[in-house]
């Protein structure tokens, strides 16, 4: 079973559109988060939510909304997407949000790949 | 600010030793870890170490970490073609707020020739 999973994997869409990526986890975490990765790798946080309550919020443009139905879903709404949106998007939960090991791990979905046109 | 940089690309021969290097900012930094991102794939994490230690090995890892000039490396012995991957290394920062984030490396693309 899956611990992370996002849907869609792959997502190719015009310019101008709103489109949204869904997260999944089943391992009872509390926190989850959204990373973006560029085409040059470098991977950046963009968003993390405790128990539905919004904890991490970098500098993103206000065109992306995080919702949080329940603890277990993280979901990502892009409006009027733009050609600079491109990316490689990472979803990730942890048991609470003093994330990181030891005793905290970091698990990663295995990636949603955006590409704008 | 945090801040992690990283060597982007990495070149060895089959069993060989690999060397990534890490450097990063923040001072206060309690954990540091290394994941790898195999392509088309997740993060997986890799080892970490705490902040009061030097170095730390796990099987064909070995992770050294100069709190002085912040600098972090991870050595892989032995190194197997199933190696090939990024490597990122990620400090855990502190938030204002309460609970902390990783601050993740640029990343270093290692490849293994035969």
């Known amino acids: 079973d899956t611990a992370v999973s996002q849907t869609p994997k792959y997502l190719v869409t015009q310019m101008g559109n709103d489109k949204s990526i869904k997260c999944e986890q089943n391992?009872?975490?509390?926190?989850m988060y959204w990373y973006k990765q560029d085409s040059k790798k470098f991977l950046k946080i963009m968003f993390s939510y405790n128990n539905k309550e919004l904890i991490i919020n970098e500098t993103v443009p206000n065109r992306f909304s995080p919702k949080s139905p329940d603890k277990a879903h993280l979901n990502l709404h892009i409006n009027s997407l733009e050609l600079g949106d491109s990316a490689v998007y990472f979803c990730?939960?942890?048991?609470?949000?003093?994330?990181?090991?030891?005793?905290?791990?970091?698990?990663f979905g295995e990636g949603s790949w955006l590409t704008v046109v | 600010g945090e801040d992690v940089e990283q060597s982007l690309f990495l070149s060895v021969r089959e069993g060989d030793s690999s060397v990534i290097n890490c450097t990063y900012t923040d001072s206060s930094s309690t954990y540091l870890y290394w994941y790898k991102q195999e392509p088309g794939a997740g993060l997986q994490l890799l080892t970490y170490i705490f902040s009061n230690m030097d170095m730390k090995q796990d099987q064909r890892l070995t992770v050294l970490l100069n709190k002085k000039d912040k600098h972090l490396s991870l050595r892989i012995a032995d190194t197997q073609t199933g190696d090939s991957a990024i490597y990122f290394c990620?400090?855990?920062?502190?938030?204002?707020?309460?609970?902390?984030?990783?601050?993740f490396g640029t990343g270093t693309q290692l490849k293994v020739e035969l």
């Open positions: 391992l009872g975490h509390d926190t």
């Open positions: 990620a400090e855990r920062g502190i938030l204002t707020g309460g609970g902390n984030k990783l601050t």
């Open positions: 990730a939960s942890s048991q609470g949000r003093w994330a990181g090991p030891p005793g905290n791990t970091i698990y």
